[in-house]
Structures are given as structure tokens and as C-alpha cells.
């Protein structure tokens, strides 16, 4: 009985966490289909680790604290340079015009560089506040850090995110 419940709260968490969890490790490693193996490795071991939770977090921050770890293994594993190759994989989306994806995916790979040109503790910090919508809490949790290391690190990666922008020719000074 107690394994159906376990499945079922995977299920669910599968379901309304899945494609944040992947947009997320998608950004770190910039490899669609290792986001995807990343992503059910993540769910995975929350189901391992199910009895192990406790719900002084929320479900989201804790499979994110597991999607973390999951890819930094990954990423120590591998040799930086092949981590952040410049293969971009998308979902295809049938409703947007050809320009618009065209432009979509244009700006998505210039932010995708810049992200990968600036330091991993930036690009995290950018990707699960920024673009996860994670409170500086949730994200220290996530992370493991103090709430004022998120404040601080945050604080200088914009600026490093879009000096690197400004540097690949993608902003110019004038749009800062």
C-alpha cells in the first residue's frame, strides 16, 4: 500500500515538476536529449529517496536540490569543454510563426552561450531565480547556501551575464 502512494506522489510530482526540472538542467548542460536522461535520473532517485523526504521543504525545491547534484556529478564526470558544447536541442512547437521561431531560437542560443561563458555559481543562480522563479530561499536551499550568498552572487551575475551578452555582440551598450 505504502509503495502505491510513493508511486502516485512521484506521478504527480512527475507531472506538475517535470518540465521546470528539465528547462533547468537543460540550461546547465545545454544537451536536449541529457536533459531529458538527467531529468528522469532526477525523478528516479526521488523515488529512492522518497522515504527520505521531509516536508520542512516543498516537493519542487527538493527534486531540484536532487536535479542539482545530479548534474554536477554529471558534469564532474566530463571534461568542461565537451559539458557546455554548443548543441542545442528544442521541442518542436507547432503554433508560433517560422519567424518567430527563428527569433526564439536565436536569442535562446545567444543566452545559452552567455550563460555557458559566465561562472557555474552565476548561471545557477541566474537560471533558478531568473528563469525558475525560485525565492532567494528556495534557492539557497537548493543550492546550500546562505540567503546572502544567493543575494550577493546574484547580485554580480547579472551584471557578469550581460557584460558577457555585450561582449558577443548580442546587447550593445545602449540597451543596458
Do not use: C
Request: no cysteine; charged share 30%.
Amino acid at each position: 500500500m505504502a509503495e502505491d502512494n510513493i508511486t502516485r506522489g512521484i506521478t504527480e510530482w512527475y507531472d506538475r515538476y517535470s518540465d521546470s526540472i528539465f528547462s533547468y538542467i537543460f540550461m546547465m548542460v545545454r544537451d536536449y536529449q541529457l536533459a531529458e536522461d538527467l531529468t528522469q535520473d532526477t525523478l528516479l532517485n526521488a523515488y529512492k529517496k522518497y522515504h527520505s523526504f521531509e516536508e520542512r521543504a516543498k516537493p519542487k525545491t527538493w527534486l531540484f536540490s536532487i536535479a542539482r547534484n545530479i548534474t554536477i556529478d554529471y558534469m564532474r564526470k566530463r571534461k568542461p569543454i565537451s559539458v557546455f558544447k554548443d548543441i542545442f536541442g528544442t521541442k518542436e512547437d507547432t503554433n508560433p510563426l517560422p519567424a518567430d521561431i527563428v527569433e526564439v531560437r536565436e536569442t535562446s542560443k545567444e543566452l545559452y552561450r552567455a550563460l555557458g561563458n559566465i561562472k557555474q555559481p552565476y548561471r545557477e543562480v541566474i537560471v533558478l531565480r531568473k528563469l525558475n522563479g525560485f525565492s532567494i530561499k528556495e534557492t539557497s536551499e537548493i543550492l546550500n547556501w546562505s540567503e546572502s550568498k544567493v543575494k550577493s552572487t546574484l547580485h554580480r551575475a547579472i551584471p557578469a551575464l550581460e557584460k558577457q551578452l555585450t561582449k558577443e555582440g548580442f546587447l550593445n551598450e545602449k540597451t543596458i
